[in-house]
């Protein structure tokens, strides 16, 4: 039998027993203590160590609880093998999504965020507000608020909205924990005894596509320049039932399309004559870079007869790390999603939503927006007058707001490859693939351009151009052979 | 035709159509414009406000489009119903738990709450580390962060829960927004296309009740003294297939109950032998009042062969809107785990998970409990001591720890009637019926003690007494007639 070192130390804190079981348990799992070895006797180690036999059956009890040793009566302890137990600190592997959308450090140049950087939150007026808010109302601010929200902020922001030609009572607004949480309770809200059907554009957000994907049934419409074709949409409708349709109207994820304002009408007189409701994710309206701010569809719904469910984020307005949007919800629907959001978090962030409100009452948010209007607006301009001069690309749909830029690459090149190409050279942007539902079209990018300087744009899309051209020359290689 | 006034101001910013549409809005949502009744003509309007046409005319057009109007071509517009859409305040029925668990600041004593309320709050600490985290991380602590949670909170997680013998390593750790969003993980997890199958006690948490109803089949069994009948399990599981269950080890809520240990050793027998997993709610570890801290489940788990998923909350210990809690997870789960948080909410809070390390490390979450144990204790040893003396109740299980006091009334009285007579008297508790899937035993109340002050439970109890007392008379007279 091998000797087994067992130290314990009668003056520390810790319990002897557990000491001991520490001690074992470490020489276990480095491999010290073999599998299938027998550990010393009780009273051996009671002798040697001059402890109690009872301190030594209680470590050794343990030891077997945790599946490490096994006892044998009338044999003594032995070491067992341990299964799916790996010691080893391993990576988790990651999948798409993950893959892509994180931007590493070591990358230089970072055309694939979805949110601004951080550079752009404002920080001090949010710490301002914090320790004004702790100072006003205490304790009270960190207990659980109203499941609906905090009312002085949602009858602010009803006030808010009707600026914008919303109308909705502070009764018929939902605050969330994001717009994620918010497609979380559309699920709900629709799901029956079966799964319930989904309409959206292909390509799309893919964090809402990871969302529905397992928990409803998913049908996708190409998207033109201007929407959806609509006739086509009729087609659909009238051979299933479409439960809801989610859709960005204004400067859509990721082609930055706008919907005509024939398109809106005609969706909604569809929604009405079919019975689906519009989930309407208007995360990019505040983002426009030229003249006004384009109208949601919601404020084409008609009042008593609502079909559209409009979610507004405040993650790219504000930060991501507010956590916070608001749900604009027809009347007949209000009770259940109080009832749904109940029951995923009680509540949303009381202090987050009253330091939301102070942005918006000292007009903080409105000149923070206008601020990032005004520097992304740059970054678009000379985004798309670079990438104009570019060849072996071509620009989709020539956005005026959003922060992004929908990219067709020259047939021979994949999307996908052009995407670890560029990665490897330290520019981050997203392969075109990851906002189709079934993986196609290989040979599309996306690139956001709010996160660069406008130096680091213009390196960045050299780097681009010199990537395609690589792409290129490897195509025609391949081709001569 | 009734005189129709617009009043526009042609100096104000606000455009003139929209001027328009909001002022003729507005006398028809109040019924000075009554339905039915033929606005003038756009014609009349122009020229009477000395105006362009066209203005008017898209003032009329928005208020069509609101379904205000109707236009009828060659007779003019006309004042629509506007079906179901009503513009007075009105309040939205609330249900079962809202209406039982919210405490009205009218009530004087409050033994309903489920969390420590705010006073009990570490709001200086608080801010201060949260002053302290922007100042050494800046925005960079509002971006999204990892999926799983910050990876040093994960890091101290697993260090902390080797000192109570779970040992997990932080990759097996899954960080949520809550409790519930940990539940809500915990029903997609086991989603098939079938609903998975839950056991859990009756009485039990409501919320969970409410979180697993609609999604999952639900079997109830009954809490004894030490846990379940583990031989009227087992005859259940030989029928049917049980994906998980649901169950509060230590300090169950409502009962206070804590499983022998005999009996945690065959429930995790019986999940290994019937391939089930058991999510172990330790809610209530922390608040013992005798003696050590009691174990979990989770450290009886075997390793490489894990059953238990558990689950620590921060609520209680820190306080609700901090919005942490920790998952310990099964290898062979944590990676399906990771997707479906990361559709939830990609991240949690990033400042509030910094925020619990520094708890953590600074010592303050343990000092902190140890002063929430030393006041809970009191009010526990109050209550306890003077339930005993009184008549026509009886307490179920004598609790060492928890929040909950869990008691039987005499046959006679209705729980929710006389939760009802105590709210009247300004004593907040919860009826018995709430905690059970079915609605029954109406017997029963459940009993807080963390709120009141020692003071406020004696004159708390008092009342009650003599509500008890109301209530026995009562039916006294009643059954005499």
Redesign the interface.
């Known amino acids: 039998m091998l000797k087994i070192n067992i130290y314990i130390d009668k003056n520390s804190k810790e319990k002897l027993y557990f000491q001991i079981y520490n001690c074992l348990?470490k020489q276990i799992l480095s491999g010290d203590i073999k599998v299938g070895m027998k550990l010393p006797s009780i009273r051996q180690v009671a002798i040697k160590l001059n402890i109690n036999q009872n301190t030594v059956i209680q470590s050794y009890n343990?030891l077997e609880?945790?599946?490490?040793i096994k006892k044998i009566s009338g044999k003594g302890c032995f070491v067992q093998e341990?299964?799916?137990?790996k010691?080893e600190?391993?990576e988790?592997?990651l999948?798409e999504?993950?893959k892509y959308g994180q931007f590493l450090k070591s990358e230089k140049i970072n055309f694939s965020n979805g949110?601004p950087?951080?550079?752009?939150?404002p920080?001090k007026e949010?710490?301002i507000f914090?320790?004004d808010i702790?100072k006003e109302y205490?304790?009270?601010?960190?207990?659980?608020q109203s499941?609906?929200g905090v009312d002085s902020l949602r009858y602010l922001l009803s006030e808010e909205f009707e600026k914008e030609?919303i109308?909705v009572?502070k009764?018929n607004l939902q605050i969330t924990?994001?717009t994620?949480?918010a497609l979380?309770i559309i699920i709900k809200l629709f799901s029956k005894e079966t799964k319930p059907t989904v309409a959206l554009s292909d390509p799309t957000y893919p964090?809402a596509l990871?969302?529905f994907k397992?928990w409803c049934n998913i049908k996708t419409l190409d998207i033109k320049k201007d929407g959806w074709d609509l006739d086509e949409f009729e087609e659909i409708l009238k051979e299933e039932k479409i439960d809801f349709i989610y859709e960005c109207i204004n400067f859509q994820n990721p082609t930055g399309v706008m919907w005509s304002l024939e398109k809106r009408k005609k969706l909604l007189k569809l929604s009405e004559k079919y019975n689906f409701y519009i989930v309407e994710d208007d995360s990019f309206s505040d983002f426009y870079y030229y003249g006004e701010k384009p109208k949601s569809l919601k404020s084409?719904d008609?009042?008593?007869?609502e079909k559209v469910i409009y979610i507004k984020t405040y993650s790219k307005i504000l930060?991501?790390?507010?956590?916070l949007a608001v749900m604009a919800i027809p009347?007949?629907l209000?009770?259940r999603v109080?009832?749904i959001k109940?029951?995923?978090?009680?509540?949303t962030?009381?202090?987050n939503q009253k330091i939301l409100e102070k942005f918006i009452i000292t007009n903080k948010l409105s000149h923070h927006l206008e601020k990032l209007r005004y520097e992304f607006g740059k970054k678009q301009k000379l985004c798309l007058t670079l990438l104009e001069k570019m060849k072996n690309l071509q620009v989709m749909h020539k956005p005026t707001g959003g922060f992004f830029i929908w990219i067709k690459l020259s047939d021979e090149i994949d999307g996908e490859k052009f995407y670890l190409k560029c990665k490897s050279e330290g520019v981050a942007l997203l392969p075109g693939t990851l906002f189709y539902k079934d993986k196609r079209d290989v040979c599309k990018i996306r690139l956001s351009f709010i996160s660069p300087t406008l130096e680091e744009i213009k390196i960045g899309l050299e780097i681009l151009e010199k990537m395609l051209f690589f792409c290129m020359m490897e195509n025609s290689k391949k081709s001569s052979y």
Do not use: A
Not at 138 to 144: C, L, P, V
Not at 302 to 305: F, L, S, V, Y
């Open positions: 348990k343990l609880e945790k599946g490490l341990f299964c799916e137990f010691i600190e391993k988790i592997p999948i999504s993950f949110t950087c951080s550079e752009y939150f920080i949010y710490q914090f320790n702790i205490g304790g009270e601010i960190f207990e659980y499941v609906q030609d109308f009572k009764e924990s994001g994620q949480q979380d964090n990871n969302i397992g084409l008609k009042i008593g007869k930060m991501p790390g507010i956590g009347e007949n209000i009770q109080l009832l109940y029951g995923l978090d009680t509540t962030s009381g202090i």
